[in-house]
């Protein structure tokens, strides 16, 4: 477990004692696709550390309809921030999205060796700084930017670098909720760009024909790197 906990960029910079500690207090939670791990308004006693499979991290209407806030992949953590609030609770529900590893951190604990060292707080006030960046970046995303130039630019930010295809390894509906679109408007979305000859879709492979084309309807002007568009609420940047 510690060799994992030292891959998450919020916990590579800990000392081995730190590390055990951690260790110490921490669990392994597995989860099947669809299962829920905390609901919206539970208690929020950990954070988390997700090893394999999908997460999401959506919040529900009063009338129950979902808006999925962000999407966790392997080697992200979520839901730390909370640990500096006074009897804190989740604002959102988290569920698997394919079968899952967690490990399940300890935040009372944790927040009490942060006391302990500086080091470690900076290290949090580096990933805290990062998530509000990615969230003003997806403010301008759903005040400057149509449904189509985010849909584009969520499959050129998911391309791997050299690489001219991606895998939409999530449920369609869920990443339109995520891209704050309908589910029928991402897939009018993705037929016209396959009707302008700019992608190809096969299954859940989209084939990127004219990545020039892509960029400009994305509206990206600076080199993309790999990875999400943007840093959620409560997830935190994987490495």
Known sequence: MIDE???????????????????????????????????????????????????????????????????VSPGQTFAEALMFLNAPRYPVCSAALADSELIAIDSSDFAAMLRESVDTCFVLLGALSQRLRGLIGEIDDLTLHTATSRVARYLASRLPAGAQSLELDVRKAVLASRLSVQPETFSRVIKSLSEQGIIRVEGNLV????????????????????????????????P
């Open 207 to 238: 084939s990127v024909l004219d990545h020039r084309a892509l960029i400009e309807i994305a509206e990206l002007n600076d080199a993309l790197e790999p990875g999400p568009v943007s840093i959620g609420t409560l997830g935190s940047q994987r």
């Open 5 to 71: 906990l030292r891959r998450a960029p919020l916990l590579s910079r800990l000392e081995a004692t730190q590390l055990q500690r951690v260790a110490r207090n921490a669990s392994r939670v597995k989860l099947n696709a669809e299962q829920l791990l905390f609901s919206q308004g539970d208690s929020a006693t950990r954070f988390y550390l997700l090893l394999s499979g999908r997460m999401r991290l959506f919040r529900l209407s009063p009338e129950g309809a979902e808006k999925v806030i962000e999407i």
